[in-house]
């Protein structure tokens, strides 16, 4: 018979056992059952393969009649021992009304402290209960139960020819969600940079450059498609554009007077000035009065240049 | 007059920036530390143990004089990191101090057996202690897992009570009590 073999006759050996064990105790726990107390069952997930340090849980289901509580004193305690072996990880329990009856269901978590050099039949051992309704106490015992445990270095292997496993490494320090941050900051300001550059006329945005530089490139870029009304209404609108936020203001031919006085360095332009807003006046708001202008930026380009040299002169 | 455009910035914008000024200040502190915590924890050679020594780097410094054959002085470090709060950092501590007794503990085994006990009765004890605590907070850490199985099978058994000796009765306790020469009060 190969190592293999005799290890699954083991196993199969174990669960066997272990299956005339609980069939046993919960028969047991049937004949002995006080009167309120209609049945005690115990499972387990898993009884087998259990190793040094794992966890096995055990779920209790009692039935019995309805108004009793179960006094949790009796209940063995997470971080308790209940063998030498054996510790309480984690304990939940709940109550569910059934008809006339109540469900109590215990969920234990043990942690299991033994080294085994081959698998082992342990048992867990019966918890004692105690419930109570108006003062009448019942108490019971939810049965002893067992697993194997096995070990996790291969039985045959001399203690010198074990390996120690290692240290551990000290823990990562993660710096991502750092590095995010300040990106996230980094790029916010960015944005916030750009958008004040916008506004005040910053580079690269060079709204601080001179309105009418801006709209003689504008009419320039015009000036090479044809010469028709509606390039000039955009070539003039250009330059209305200019002369506004050289004024702060919408600036019409009525306010003309106003605006060189303001800014009297463009005064020497006042004649331009003049015949630009009578051209713009006509273009605008007398279209078809017999009139045709002459549809050339280049004039208007021209008056442009001079605005910009005086703007120029003046900074 | 209609106004144009205004450049003046809105106040949301300086309430902002402020903030996100204030916040990659921060983030660049916390990053300056970080690197030079991360610089200290990869050389702990160069790392002179202080109170003020965050734990992260006395744990690389405790593994480094380990793995120098400085045991004892790393088991000094070790412990002192034993009550960190950091539960994930306190299982790793006690995992590397449950090692480095056991360590010990194996070599006296494999060079002596039973001949040096006492030792290694104690190291493999404080070692399997340490690693009942690593597991407690971890239990999915399968190489405390293996570590302890070890030290169960190295545990040497325990020693037998010597004989008494006595070989007289004893019909009256007053009989063995020591007194005074010539039966004195």
């Given amino acids: 018979m190969t190592t ?141 139960w067992g697993f194997t445990l096995s070990p996790i270095i291969p039985a045959k292997t001399p203690d010198e020819a074990v390996i120690l496993r290692g240290d551990l490494d000290p823990p990562a320090m993660s710096r991502s969600s750092d590095w995010r941050w300040l990106g996230v900051c980094l790029a916010g300001l960015s944005a916030l940079a750009v958008y004040a550059a916008w506004r005040l006329g910053l580079p690269p945005f060079n ?109 | 007059m209609e106004p144009v455009k205004s450049r003046q910035l809105p106040i949301l914008f300086y309430g902002l920036s402020i903030l996100l000024i204030i916040i990659t200040f921060y983030q660049s502190i916390k990053l300056y530390e970080l690197q030079a915590l991360q610089q200290a924890v990869d050389h702990p050679d160069t790392v002179t143990v202080t109170e003020n020594t965050p734990p992260i780097v006395i744990f690389a410094k405790a593994l480094y004089l380990d793995h120098a054959g400085k045991s004892a002085e790393a088991i000094r470090l070790y412990s002192s990191l034993r009550n960190t709060k950091d539960l994930d950092f306190r299982a790793r501590v006690l995992h590397n101090l449950a090692n480095s007794y056991l360590r010990d503990g194996a070599q006296h085994w494999n060079a002596h057996g039973v001949l040096d006990y006492v030792h290694v009765s104690t190291q493999v004890e404080l070692a399997k202690q340490y690693y009942r605590e690593a597991l407690r907070l971890n239990p999915e850490d399968w190489d405390a897992r293996h570590n302890l199985e070890y030290a169960w099978r190295i545990t040497p058994p325990p020693r037998e009570k010597p004989k008494s000796d006595f070989q007289g009765t004893k019909p009256s306790v007053f009989s063995t009590l020591p007194g005074l020469p010539g039966g004195g009060p």
């Fill in chain 1, 4 to 144: 293999n073999q005799s290890a699954s006759c083991w196993v199969r050996f174990s669960q066997f056992s272990l299956a005339v064990l609980g069939l046993a105790s919960g028969l047991t726990a049937m004949a002995e059952l006080p009167p309120p107390i209609h049945s005690v069952e115990i499972s387990s997930p898993r009884d087998f393969g259990i190793v040094m340090g794992e966890t096995l849980s055990s779920e209790i289901r009692i039935k019995m009649e309805a108004g009793y509580q179960l006094e949790a004193s009796s209940l063995p305690q997470p971080g308790s021992a209940v063998t030498d072996f054996l510790e309480v990880r984690k304990l939940a329990w709940d109550r569910q009304a059934q008809g006339k009856n109540s469900v109590f269901q215990i969920n234990l978590t043990y942690q299991v402290f033994k080294g085994v050099r081959e698998p082992e039949l342990l048992k867990v051992p019966a918890i004692h209960l105690r419930f109570n309704r108006n003062g009448h106490v019942v108490e019971t015992d939810a049965p002893e």
């Fill in chain 1, 207 to 315: 709204r601080r450059a001179s309105p009418f530089v801006r709209a003689a490139s504008g009419l320039k870029k015009l000036g090479k498609q044809p010469a028709t009304p509606s390039n000039f209404r955009l070539g003039a609108k250009l330059l209305h554009d200019a002369l506004n936020e050289t004024a702060g203001y919408t600036l019409f031919s009525g306010q003309l007077e106003h605006f060189l006085v303001e800014h009297s360095e463009y005064s020497q332009l006042k004649p331009d000035l003049r015949q630009f807003f009578i051209v713009s006046d006509h273009i605008f708001f007398a279209p078809n009065n017999g009139n045709t202008p002459n549809y050339s930026l280049d004039p208007l380009e021209n008056l442009c240049k001079k605005l910009a040299h005086t703007w120029g002169k003046q900074r």
